[in-house]
């Protein structure tokens, strides 16, 4: 009796195993599918969207506006150049390799100058460059703490100069002026830089031209729309977008027009295709930098107040 029990419980052993070795070949052949599946995915995406997204970030432009004022797109963040008597001021710093190439022309240029820096924003394409610079002479928001700096970037691009207000510096033919956009908007802290006989307007990565914005941690779509609401009532003749080809002031009322449009979408999600599809020339990234994205921002947004 007990032989015949063993046998029993034995050949029961034996129909388990069987069934779970079984069970385990099929679920180890889907997910091998399923990774496989999502490695496609993402490498599809990669040669749609960012392989190009970053081989045109690569692209860099020197423009010379005039003898004082050269604007340097690509290489990260598009950066600005303003010459004075005793003064450089450079607007961000790019990032890589670009960010070197810049400082040494930029170094170039000052000759005996002192170099004034000044970050619209914090992310690394923006301020990568810092650590070229005195420290004492990098400006940025005085929204930002420091700990948060450290986190987002490291201690080498830290600034060391906080801006509490707007900030005018004369120059040999213009007036420089630096101001905080009071919020959140970008990131927690921006700022833009006008100069008001020239009319220029460098706006950092609150101002984008033909791109899709990325609105991470604590971006604010409404802080876009009373950011941009307001450069659109300035007097403005060149605008620098963070990212994209300068332009006039209809590159504020095309972004503008475009939080506009995302917010109503999230309002009236029957308007979401067609709003999706008029932006689909824009740069864009899906999930991340898209319109779908910014709509979806703006859905729990509104979600939220409820």
């Not at 060149?238 to 917010?263: M, N, Q, R, S, Y």
């Not at 020339?281 to 703006?298: D, K, L, N």
Request: glycine share 8%; with cysteine; charged share 25%.
């Amino acid at each position: 009796m007990r032989s015949s029990s063993f046998g029993d419980c034995s050949a029961l052993h034996i129909v388990y195993f069987s069934t779970f070795e079984t069970a385990m070949k099929k679920f180890l052949k889907w997910a091998g599918l399923l990774i496989l599946l999502l490695a496609l995915t993402g490498f599809t995406l990669y040669l749609i969207y960012l392989r190009p997204f970053m081989q045109n970030m690569k692209k860099v432009e020197r423009i010379q506006i005039d003898s004082n004022l050269v604007i340097i797109t690509g290489g990260g963040g598009n950066s600005g150049i303003i010459l004075s008597d005793s003064l450089l001021v450079l607007v961000d710093t790019k990032m890589d390799e670009f960010a070197e190439t810049l400082a040494e022309e930029v170094k170039k240029m000052a000759g005996t100058r002192q170099i004034l820096v000044i970050n619209t924003h914090w992310h690394p394409d923006h301020v990568g460059g810092n650590h070229f610079y005195d420290q004492k002479n990098i400006l940025a928001s005085g929204r930002y703490l420091e700990s948060e700096w450290k986190k987002e970037n490291d201690a080498e691009s830290l600034p060391g100069r906080w801006l509490k207000s707007p900030m005018l510096i004369p120059m040999k033919d213009d007036t420089l002026l630096i101001y905080d956009l009071g919020g959140p908007v970008h990131t927690p802290g921006d700022l833009m830089v006008y100069l008001k006989k020239r009319k220029v307007l460098f706006g950092g990565d609150v101002i984008l031209n033909k791109t899709c914005p990325i609105l991470l941690g604590n971006a604010s779509g409404e802080g876009y729309i009373e950011a941009l609401a307001d450069c659109a009532r300035m007097e403005v003749r060149t605008v620098v977008p963070g990212h994209g080809a300068i332009g006039g002031p209809e590159v504020i009322t095309d972004f503008l027009w475009f939080f506009e449009d995302v917010k109503m979408a999230a309002i009236a999600p029957a308007r979401k295709k067609e709003v999706e599809q008029k932006y689909a020339g824009w740069r864009q990234i899906p999930f991340v930098m898209s319109t779908g994205a910014t709509i979806s921002h703006f859905e729990k947004t509104l979600q939220a107040k409820k």
